[in-house]
Nanobody
Framework: DVQLQASGGGLVQAGGSLRLSCAVPGLTFGNSAIAWFRQAPGKEREGVVCIVSDNDDTVYSDSVKGRFTIASDNAKNTVYLQMNSLKPEDMAVYYC??????????????????WGVGTLVTVSS
């Protein structure tokens, strides 16, 4: 199995920034799809951004486009999510997920086989 280790959540004021990390030590990124999802209380899990590191293709949800940036460090088997201009509506538990060898960009949870434990992002207004 593929293990994902998400970290970097915390408390930030609206307008601030956080960087989340997702380490995937057992996976050669290659054409794997790695994504971040989030789930706020009482809401469905939402796909935020996905990357396929072979070609650095990315897709962002409209709600974060222009504010969040995903990047992968293949040497460290780690994907980062830089979150800027955070809003109270960004507050959620953030999860990273992997679809090994998939090669396609997805923002649907059912496309991903492996999930990490979430990390909580709290944005105060």
């Amino acid at each position: 199995d593929v293990q994902l280790q998400a970290s970097g959540g915390g408390l930030v004021q609206a307008g601030g920034s956080l960087r989340l990390s997702c380490a995937v030590p057992g996976l050669t990124f290659g054409n794997s799809a790695i994504a971040w999802f989030r789930q706020a209380p009482g809401k469905e899990r939402e796909g935020v951004v996905c990357i396929v590191s072979d070609n650095d293709d990315t897709v962002y949800s409209d709600s974060v486009k222009g504010r969040f940036t995903i990047a992968s460090d293949n040497a460290k088997n780690t994907v980062y999510l830089q979150m800027n201009s955070l809003k109270p509506e960004d507050m959620a538990v953030y999860y990273c997920a992997a679809a090994p060898g998939d090669g396609l960009l997805h923002l649907r949870a059912d496309e991903f086989d492996f999930w990490g434990v979430g990390t909580l992002v709290t944005v105060s207004s």
